[in-house]
């Protein structure tokens, strides 16, 4: 099959030296239908060191040197610049697009959101703690069980679709917001544009199992989010000093923000909820650090680290390279 010369749709993946499922990431989108449609941009950290992933001497398939890169948002945003589509899909090289991905982002692009997002299905279910910090991170997603597409605030983070004239509206701003998609979803709805969330639109993650791990995790993404949030949404020293003089009642209050959104969209998962009250406590207690320290202090070594140990160390209890 021949690569199109005007791609709807740009995959946009990140990898490491976790080749193996990066691999599985990538064979889930060239088995797609409506791949004839699309291009895929493989932003490869370790290009040279390692193996070129299995599939990716496809027609389709780019593969960008990126040894250099220094954050995650970074490459994000250098995915949607030199795109050819009109739409930008990413998809983390620990997901793996269901079938009907292409089709439902097409659906929902063409029936005029600015964004698509899908429900995520754990594919490491029950090892660790990975129910527990897949239901955290990916709240907005939770109504698995809703059959009808609906409008959401957000869209799930670092696997959604956005139409790339939206994202390259915001400019220089766009790397900055693109380190949260909750960051980037505030600003496209203000823009007038609507986020959809689609059942339909499936994907397979595999999740954080250990808890230890997720709180890494969590410390310097949310040592990122601070700050991106922060400088984004132009915050004073004053509204800085303020979520700082919050952190030691921030976890709790978060606790009960989870608890509420759980309590309306998977009654459920309540007893899941509870049990692991415990670890979702601590996430948020080093999420909420993570975030006052980005209020006050440049993010450039946190960025590097989480870039790092998002693409390069085993935390998701799957099978190494």
């Not at 997603?141 to 959604?160: G, I, R």
């Amino acid at each position: 099959m021949s690569a199109t010369n005007n791609p709807f749709i740009t995959v946009v993946i990140l990898t490491g030296i976790q080749r193996k499922r990066a691999e599985k990431t990538l064979a889930s989108i060239l088995n797609q239908e409506g791949l004839e449609t699309a291009e895929v941009l493989i932003f490869d950290t370790v290009l040279g060191k390692y193996p070129p992933l299995k599939g990716s001497e496809h027609p389709a398939v780019k593969i960008i040197a990126s040894t250099s890169a220094t954050s995650y948002s970074g490459l994000r945003a250098q995915g949607a610049e030199i795109a050819r589509g009109q739409v930008i899909s990413y998809l983390e090289d620990h997901a793996e697009a269901l079938p009907g991905w292409f089709k439902a982002i097409t659906r929902g692009i063409e029936n005029g959101h600015a964004g698509v997002g899908g429900v995520p299905q754990a594919s490491n279910a029950g090892v660790g703690f990975s129910d527990i910090s897949g239901m955290i991170n990916y709240k907005y997603a939770l109504d698995a069980s809703s059959p009808q597409a609906y409008v959401a605030p957000t869209l799930p983070n670092h696997n959604s679709a956005y139409r790339r004239d939206v994202l390259l509206s915001f400019g220089d701003q766009l790397r900055t917001m693109l380190t949260s998609d909750s960051i980037l979803g505030i600003k496209i709805t203000e823009k007038g544009y609507s986020l959809l969330i689609d059942p339909e639109l499936r994907f397979l993650h595999a999740n954080l199992v250990n808890s230890l791990m997720v709180g890494r995790n969590f410390f310097y993404w949310n040592i990122i989010f601070g700050r991106a949030r922060a400088q984004i949404f132009k915050w004073s020293w004053l509204r800085r000093a303020l979520q700082i003089f919050i952190t030691p009642i921030s976890p709790f209050i978060r606790y009960f923000k989870y608890f509420l959104h759980v309590q309306k969209y998977n009654r459920e998962k309540l007893p899941l909820f509870f049990r692991n009250a415990v670890t979702a406590l601590y996430t948020q207690t080093v999420a909420a650090v993570g975030i006052a320290i980005g209020c006050l202090f440049d993010v450039k070594n946190a960025e590097i680290k989480f870039l790092k140990y998002e693409l390069d160390l085993e935390h998701y209890g799957l099978k190494s390279s």
